[in-house]
């Protein structure tokens, strides 16, 4: 069976993906999605998203990857940047939009391009800042690395590039 690593780069790698993230943020803190095999060191945290498909609106891909992620429906508040994401062999440009909760309960989801043998999403939960600041830097997706606040994260916009 091929690894992991493989299964990721032959599904997403060495091509331009357009994605959509969530920033949806509760009392509970900040939802995030935790990827194995993804980031520095096999762990990534980052916020609910991933890759638009053709004829897909970003509210509707949004939506969609919430409920695919989280089992959470969603309703769309405002568009916030746009990041581009360049990690060998994956890049994208990822259109960030805040995010309001309106249904369902919080599960971890699939990723429907892997196998059922081959998910990378272990764990979905809301962190709170002093949480995700204890974690090693590596682990976060590039555009919660350097947030402040809760509010700097919201506040963000323009373009931003992973360095």
């Known amino acids: 069976m091929d690894s992991l690593e493989s299964k990721i780069k032959s599904n997403y790698g060495e091509k331009l993906r357009v994605?959509?993230?969530g920033i949806c943020i509760t009392e509970e803190g900040l939802l995030m999605v935790h990827h194995t095999a993804l980031g520095k060191g096999?762990?990534?945290?980052?916020?609910p998203g991933g890759g638009m498909e053709y004829g897909e609106s970003a509210h509707e891909a949004l939506k969609r990857e919430f409920m695919e992620e989280t089992h959470l429906e969603i309703e769309v508040?405002?568009?916030l940047f746009v990041h581009e994401y360049l990690d060998p062999p994956l890049h994208g440009i990822e259109l960030f939009f805040e995010?309001?909760?309106?249904?369902?309960?919080?599960?971890?989801?699939?990723?429907?391009?892997?196998?059922?043998?081959?998910?990378?999403?272990?764990?979905?939960?809301?962190?709170?800042?002093?949480?995700?600041?204890?974690?090693?830097k590596a682990h976060l997706h590039y555009a919660i690395q350097n947030m402040t606040s809760f509010d700097s994260?919201?506040?963000?916009?323009?373009?931003?590039?992973?360095?």
């Not at 096999?42 to 916020?47: Q, Y």
């Open 77 to 79: 508040e405002r568009f």
């Open 153 to 163: 994260l919201l506040n963000q916009s323009g373009y931003m590039k992973n360095k």
């Open 19 to 21: 994605r959509v993230c």
């Open 99 to 136: 995010v309001k909760i309106t249904g369902g309960n919080l599960k971890t989801g699939t990723d429907p391009e892997m196998e059922a043998n081959a998910q990378i999403i272990t764990q979905v939960e809301f962190k709170s800042f002093e949480r995700i600041q204890q974690l090693p």
């Open 42 to 47: 096999g762990s990534l945290w980052a916020p």
